[in-house]
Every structure is written in C-alpha cells, then in structure tokens.
C-alpha cells in the first residue's frame, strides 16, 4: 500500500515538473539564445544549452554609451526611494487607520478604497499636465512622488495591524506610552515581516514599471530598464542574440529578487489576497 | 478630560495618516477630477487655446470605429482572465497533494509573474516569429502544415497576446488557490470519500464550491487589472497589426502622447473607468448565483 502512493506520488511530481519546466521555457530559451550565435537563433530542433558560450551580446548590452549600466543606476534610484517612502507612508497611514479611534476615519478608507477602482489611464493625462506646470515632467521625480504613494500598501499594512491584539498596545497606554512611541517602538517591530513583504512587492512593481516611465520620461539619460530594453530592441531589431541577453539584463534582478525573499513575496500576496 | 483625549485622539489620527493623504489628494483625487474637466473640452497639449465643447467628446467616442475596434479587442484579451484562473486551479490541486520538490515546484510556476512584463514581451515576440519561431517549428513538426502567423496576423494576434497573459497571470491565480485549499478541512473530504464519491465529484461538488469566494476575488481583480494593462502590448505590437491588437487601454495612451488629444483621451479613459465600475457590479449581483460563503 505505502509503496503504491509513493509511486503515485512520484507520477504527479513528475507530470507537475513536466508543465512547470513548460512555464520556465521561455527564460531558458531567452538565457540559452543569448549566448548563441546569430545562425543558432531559431535552429530546430531547440539546442537548450549552446555548444559555445558567447559572451559578446551581452557585452554590448552593458558597454558603449547606451550601456544598460546606465538603466541599472536610474532603476535602482527611482526604485530604492519609491520603495522605502511608500513603505514608510503606507505603515503611518495604515496605523491611523486601524488603531486609531477618529470621527471620519472610516469614511476616509472608503475614499482611499475607492480610488483603487480609478484606472491609471484617467490619471496619466492631468499627471502629464500638472507635471509638466511643475517642472518636473521628465525628472526622475514624476515617478518617485507619485510612487511613493500606493493605496494598496496601506490596505495591506492595515489587515496587518488589525491582527495584532489590542492587548499589547493596552498595556503600554497603561504604561503611560503615547501613540507615537507605541507606534515606533512596539508595532513597527512586529511588523518587520509585514513590511519587508510590502516593500518587496513594491519594489518589483517599480522595477518593472515600464508604463509611468513610458508616459512620464523623455530623455534617454533618464530611462529606467524596461524603456532602455525598449529603445536597444527598437535600435537592434534584427540582433535576436543581444534582444535576448538585453531580456535578460531586464529579468535577473527579479529572479534573484525572487529566489532570495520568496517566502515574503508568497506570504504577502496571499495575505493580502485572501484576508482582504 | 475625556473631550480632551478625544481631541487628541482626533488630531494624532490624522497626523498618521496626513503625510500620506497629501500624496492620496496630489496624485490620485486632484488629477481625478482634473481628468473629469478635461472630458468637457477639446484641449490638445501645445494647442493655443481650448475651449469647451460640451458632450462634444461623448459624441465622437461613440462615433469612432475604432473605439468599437478596441473594446471588442479588450473583451477577448479580458477572456485570458477565466482560462488563467481555471488552469491555476487544476496546478493549485495538484500541487496541494503530496508531492516532492512542492515548493521548487510552487516557485517556478510563480516565476513568470514577478518579472518584467516588457522583458517577457521581447521573450514571446521571438517564440511566436511567424516563420521560424521555435512554436512554430513544434507546431510544424507535430503536422501542422499551415501554422498560424501569431503576431504578425490580424487574426491571431489577439490570440498570441492572449497566451501570453494566460502565462503570466497563471502563477498568481496559483498562489491564491493553494492559500485557500489549505484552509480546506480534511476531514470533510476524507467523510466524502467514506460515502464513495470519486474524485472528481469531491473536487466538482466540494472543492470547487469552498473555493468559489477566491474565484471570484480572483475574477475580479484579475479582470481590473487586465483592462489597466497595456504595457506589453505597447512594447510589441503597438495595437497592431491594423488595429487588431489595439484595446481601450491602449487606446488612451495613444490619443493621449502620440496625438497629444488630451481631452478625447480623457474622455476614453473615464469609458475604462465605467467597464471596471459594470465589471464590479455585475461580479458583484453575479456572485449570489454561485459563490458559497
């Protein structure tokens, strides 16, 4: 009997791993044909591993004046302050929100709620137009401001708080502590989890935002990495073997952005999924 | 004394929560109703004047072929959205027997969705090149003599996008099934199979039930965020070829930055706003039909 679910066990691993290799194939493809020549592109049957290992596309995504070095430094900028003022202001936001008793406070969530349901699409428009008036339209700072604001972080910094027993933060009240300190000194440690998830997610939004940076930059010294991605596809269309190793450049950060927090990326996502 | 606690309480309330309303009101309410003005006028970014033209734009929206074009094309890219959220449920019971390497596998069916969009874009561009796309060289060498021309084709571009997003989305859809399976007892299933129902009733007539209210908070988040979408499809067709990939999304953006038509795309984009709003509220009267709390 056990020997019999084993096997069976086995026959599902393997049919599972089977799709899941399915799911991964177009980034073995995009790694392997980087690294090819021209010639082996589009050979079939697929060779998955090249018989020689060509360095020279991916040494010119990353030198000469267009280098993706450049993306990297305006990615990481745009990302890095984005992430740590949206986690900052989402974690404040969120504590007034859920343990603090004020007239209106409900009411306000459901307008910040209902802005959910604007699509950015309304709000690209008057954003380019503000901005512009604000002299900051092709500045990194049309997509650090805005981005330091996200509705959804508060959402989920505030299912957060809301688990946390309003015991613990009784007992300092009594203790003569304020809000403030409370806040600093007691949540915002039990929350580490909770923020490392939210600033993870919202990293990788930023680092994968291609829109906002589509709408709101100009300047090719400004581009962030999905718009220099664009712009050496669009200079390169027939070089597939430097499209892919420029894909690539694009997609490791958040694999290994991936590989190292995905306990938190999981947990987070499906907290504020199915709790919410 | 205690009026004066509440006052207090009053005021440190909206200190938490001022910084971030600032940027709330900067950001999202002002442009919001700035947006709203727009639609009454026929401002064009750089044009010497504007005036207001009334329901000018309503008018011309509705007139406009290709606005019919790109909200048929935004209802097939929307039907990713259920095939997404079926196949994620098959993998999700799947994953959640007993398996090895359960969670190597977990995260590698989730990799696709944390990457970059316009990245994976480039990806599937070449995967689906009409003539010697490795797709095509597999479809060929299963016996199909006429393989599709994927996005180069009006016919089969929507579907080549379509894949992709069902690719995409499927990690997510995943995730979220195998966090409410889990919460499945097991002994309800264990007494259904002492009464002898198979297999696939207990996942028919229980399983799929239980999970009805993540269907449908998946069903509606994934279709908001479908319809926002047009960053992949910018990156590779541009709404091409003709305007076969064009969707409303899309459609905006392009009124809006490549014919500088601010108050037409305004109009449009407030039209994406009332389909999200019906999407919601049909889910929503939808829901008492086949969700089981």
Do not use: C
Request: aromatic content about 16%; overall charge positive; hydrophobic content about 55%.
């Amino acid at each position: 009997m056990k020997i019999i679910t084993k096997t069976s066990h086995w026959w599902l691993t393997i049919l599972m791993a089977f799709f899941a290799i399915v799911m991964i194939l177009p980034f073995v493809w995009m790694f392997s044909t980087s690294f090819k020549t021209p010639a082996q592109v589009f050979e079939y049957p697929v060779r998955w591993l090249p018989s020689q290992w060509i360095w020279d596309h991916h040494i010119k995504v990353w030198t000469g004046p267009k280098s993706f070095g450049t993306y990297y430094i305006n990615s990481l900028k745009v990302s890095l302050i984005s992430t740590v003022g949206a986690t900052l202001l989402s974690a404040f936001a969120a504590y007034g929100f859920s343990r603090i008793e004020f007239k209106g406070r409900n009411a306000l969530f459901v307008v910040y709620l209902s802005m959910m349901m604007v699509p950015p699409q309304v709000l690209f428009v008057p954003k380019f137009l503000m901005f512009d008036s604000w002299g900051i339209y092709n500045t990194h700072w049309a997509l650090i401001l805005p981005g330091m604001f996200t509705i959804f972080g508060v959402f989920m910094m505030r299912q957060f708080f809301l688990s946390i027993p309003n015991e613990i933060s009784e007992s300092a009240f009594i203790d003569g502590a304020g809000h403030i300190r409370i806040f600093f000194r007691l949540i915002m440690p039990l929350a580490k989890p909770a923020l490392a998830t939210l600033a993870i997610i919202d990293f990788s939004w930023h680092w994968n935002d291609y829109e906002n940076a589509l709408v709101f930059l100009i300047d090719e010294s400004l581009y962030t990495v999905p718009l220099g991605l664009q712009n050496f596809i669009l200079e390169n269309n027939v070089d597939y073997n430097g499209m892919m190793a420029a894909a690539s450049a694009g997609i490791v950060p958040m694999l290994l952005v991936f590989i190292i927090g995905e306990r938190f990326i999981v947990q987070g996502i499906t907290n504020s999924a199915v709790k919410g | 004394m205690k009026r004066n606690w509440m006052k207090r309480q009053q005021l440190l309330g909206y200190l938490f929560i001022g910084p971030n309303m600032l940027g709330v009101v900067l950001f999202f309410i002002l442009p919001a109703i700035y947006s709203l003005y727009l639609v009454f006028t026929d401002y064009k970014f750089m044009a010497p004047k504007m005036s207001f033209i009334g329901l000018d734009n309503v008018k011309r929206l509705l007139r406009d072929e290709i606005f019919y074009v790109s909200l048929q094309n935004t209802v097939v890219f929307l039907l990713a959205v259920p095939i997404s959220i079926g196949l994620a449920f098959l993998v999700a019971l799947a994953l959640n027997r007993k398996l090895f390497f359960k969670k190597t596998l977990r995260a590698l069916y989730f990799m696709p969705y944390i990457t970059s969009g316009v990245a994976v874009a480039f990806v599937w561009m070449l995967l689906f090149h009409p003539k010697q796309g490795p797709i095509n060289a597999i479809l060929t060498s299963l016996g199909v003599s006429n393989p599709p021309g994927w996005l180069s084709t009006t016919e089969y571009s929507m579907l080549a996008i379509d894949i992709i997003w069902i690719w995409f989305m499927l990690g997510y859809n995943m995730i979220i099934y195998l966090a409410a399976l889990q919460e499945i007892s097991g002994e309800l299933l264990e007494a259904a199979k002492i009464d002898g129902a198979k297999p696939y009733q207990v996942t028919y007539k229980i399983v799929w039930p239980l999970v009805s209210p993540t269907t449908f908070l998946l069903m509606i988040t994934g279709l908001i965020m479908t319809i926002k979408t047009f960053g992949i499809i910018q990156a590779i067709t541009q709404g091409g070829p003709g305007n076969s990939t064009m969707i409303l999304s899309l459609f905006v953006y392009k009124n809006a930055f490549r014919y500088y038509e601010m108050g037409y795309a305004a109009t449009i984009s407030w039209a994406l706003f009332f389909i999200i709003m019906l999407i919601t509220l049909v889910q929503w009267w939808g829901q008492k039909r086949w969700v089981h709390y």
